[in-house]
């Protein structure tokens, strides 16, 4: 089993629509998580950061659930632009960076 | 004012060739790291830097050697050059120590093509 898992999609949804995914996460020491979006042949960017306590940022919402060990990504009203790929990260305190390999999002008009 | 920085953009080389990748970054972050992504897409980390001591180094191939001058530059040499080397290779730096709560910012990366 992966460490860190994603549906790796693509999901494929028109524009306005709202979408959600998940990753789970196997290490139970992480700490911290983040997701980020990468765009066709560039480098990941940083979306957001996921707190305990969920948070938002717009139209994208972040939560993460211990007990289930998953973190999710909420995207509301779907723009074209939103079509990337969007890749979780787990760092735990024995110093380990682990990426998902990402979902692969479409909107369509 | 690029924040990370890396080059070449490109780099096609033959089998058995040695080549060096380098990165810099101007944000003043202390931890800085080497990324590979495969074909697949799958982003791993290979090593992290904090203010140029090594601080993870996962099981990459010995002909692979990071050097850090300095905590604002983190280059990587890679020797005897293998297909399955060819990736798109990310420099990344971020504020404070990798395994804590601090995100990174990547380079544009650099694609290297082994023939």
């Known amino acids: 089993r992966k460490e860190v898992e994603q549906d790796p999609g693509p999901f494929n949804v028109p524009e306005g629509a709202t979408v959600a995914f998940n990753c789970t996460y196997s290490?139970?020491?992480?700490?911290?998580f983040f997701w980020y979006r990468q765009d066709c042949r560039k480098e990941p960017k940083l979306l957001m950061s996921v707190y305990s306590s969920g948070n938002e940022d717009g139209r994208f919402t972040a939560q993460l659930n211990r007990a289930s060990q998953y973190i999710s990504l909420l995207i509301r009203d779907s723009k074209l632009s939103d079509s990337a790929t969007y890749l979780c990260?787990?760092?735990?305190?024995?110093?380990?960076?682990?990426f998902g390999s990402g979902t692969r999002l479409s909107i369509r008009p | 004012d690029t924040a990370v920085s890396q080059t070449p953009k490109y780099l096609v080389t033959q089998m058995g060739n040695d080549k060096s990748i380098k990165c810099e970054q101007n944000l003043g972050h202390d931890t800085m790291y080497w990324y590979k992504q495969d074909s697949k897409k799958f982003l791993k980390i290979m090593f992290s830097y904090n203010n140029k001591e090594l601080i993870i180094n996962e099981t990459v191939p010995n002909r692979f050697s990071p050097k850090s001058p300095d905590k604002a530059h983190l280059n990587l040499h890679i020797n005897s050059l293998e297909l399955g080397d060819s990736a798109v290779y990310f420099c990344?730096?971020?504020?404070?120590?990798?395994?804590?709560?601090?995100?990174?910012?990547f380079g544009p990366g650099t694609r290297l093509t082994v023939t």
């Open positions: 290490n139970s020491a992480s700490q911290s």
């Open positions: 990344a730096s971020s504020q404070g120590l990798a395994g804590l709560s601090y995100e990174q910012y």
């Open positions: 990260v787990c760092h735990s305190s024995a110093s380990k960076i682990i």
